[in-house]
């Protein structure tokens, strides 16, 4: 397994040692950490993309027009 080597200063020390103090390893930490960001990551740019999505004139109108169609269809 690759490993990753980082420098940390007083203020990421201090945040490791209150994240370990539950028995979890600097490492199990870090993985942790860098996960989470990944996940937080891939949560913004959905969230972009939905809030794109919802100002788009064309993807409102193509909306509008199913929900029409589907309220139409549901008559019969």
């Known amino acids: 397994m690759p490993s990753l080597t980082i420098r940390t200063d007083s203020e990421l020390e201090r945040a490791l040692s209150v994240l370990t103090s539950g028995g979890r390893s600097r490492s199990e ?15 913004a740019r959905m969230r972009a ?22 309220d139409a269809a549901r008559a019969w």
């Open 29 to 43: 930490v870090a993985r942790a950490a860098i996960l989470a960001a990944e996940r937080e990551q891939r949560r």
């Open 49 to 70: 993309e939905a809030e794109a999505l919802r100002d788009d004139p064309e993807d409102i109108a193509a909306s509008r027009q199913l929900a029409a169609e589907m």
